[in-house]
């Protein structure tokens, strides 16, 4: 069982930052491949960013690169989503994922096997 358990998120004015974590109860989190999603209301759940297992690789979807980085600790079990520039488009819920085994970068939402409750990201214009 994956008990993942996110914190941060808020309220922020267009242009502003804030910073999103997600703690991971497996013992074998650095062999788990980690994403951030995001849903709008109306819209389908939407890739944010993704990581490898070793941290060495990540990806981004075009409309956050530049602005947002993902990050993990392995000795922490935790993966962390730095997001700069917000953008009033940038509100979502945002939801952390495992896709537990595959150590490589996922893409889409049926590859990772656990999830975050989700925590929402407002930003005013």
């Known amino acids: 069982q994956v008990l993942l358990v996110q914190s941060g998120g808020g309220l922020v004015q267009a242009g502003g930052s804030l910073r999103l974590s997600c703690a991971d109860s497996?013992?074998?989190?650095?062999?788990?491949?980690m994403g951030w999603f995001r849903q709008a209301p109306g819209k389908e759940r939407e890739f944010v960013a993704g990581i490898s297992g070793s941290g060495g690789t990540s990806t981004y979807v075009d409309s956050v690169k530049g602005r947002f980085t993902i990050s993990r600790d392995n000795t922490k079990n935790t993966v962390s989503l730095q997001m700069n520039s917000l953008k009033p488009e940038d509100t979502a819920v945002y939801y952390c994922?495992?896709?537990?085994?595959?150590?490589?970068?996922?893409?889409?939402?049926?590859?990772?096997?656990?999830w975050g409750q989700g925590t929402q990201v407002t930003v005013s214009s």
């Open positions: 497996e013992g074998s989190f650095s062999n788990d491949a």
């Open positions: 994922a495992a896709a537990r085994g595959f150590g490589s970068v996922r893409r889409q939402p049926w590859e990772y096997d656990y």
